[in-house]
């Protein structure tokens, strides 16, 4: 089981930025970024193998970007230009297989961290 823990959440005036981390226990071959509002599903933001080929969601391309130190097993997301629109509980997952975002597939799972924009 590969333990995540995210951090660098918090609120960020519109067209800010913040940049969040995660932690991991040991390295995976993928390993993604995604969001969720209240009850709505949750949806990819972007993903990142051991490589370093991402991919992102629409919504995401052009703002923010992926990145990962595989050396200390740590996983980042640069969100710049912020929106009220991507308020929402930002987790971080990973896995052995890439499975793109589709968040469904992924078997590990951090506690999520909440970004705000106002």
């Known amino acids: 089981h590969v333990q995540l823990v995210e951090s660098g959440g918090g609120s960020a005036q519109a067209g800010g930025s913040l940049r969040l981390s995660c932690e991991a226990s040991?390295?995976?071959?993928?390993m993604a970024w995604f969001r969720q509002v209240s009850e709505k599903e949750r949806e990819g933001v972007a993903f990142i193998d051991t490589g370093g080929a991402t991919n992102y969601a629409y919504s995401a391309a052009g703002r923010f970007t992926i990145s990962r130190d595989n050396a200390n097993n740590a996983l980042y997301l640069q969100m710049n230009s912020l929106k009220p629109e991507d308020t929402a509980m930002y987790y971080c997952?990973?896995?052995?297989?890439?499975?793109?975002?589709?968040?469904?597939?992924?078997?590990?799972w951090g506690q999520g961290t909440q970004v705000t924009v106002s």
């Open positions: 997952a990973a896995d052995e297989y890439n499975h793109g975002l589709a968040w469904r597939q992924y078997q590990h």
């Open positions: 040991r390295q995976s071959y993928c």
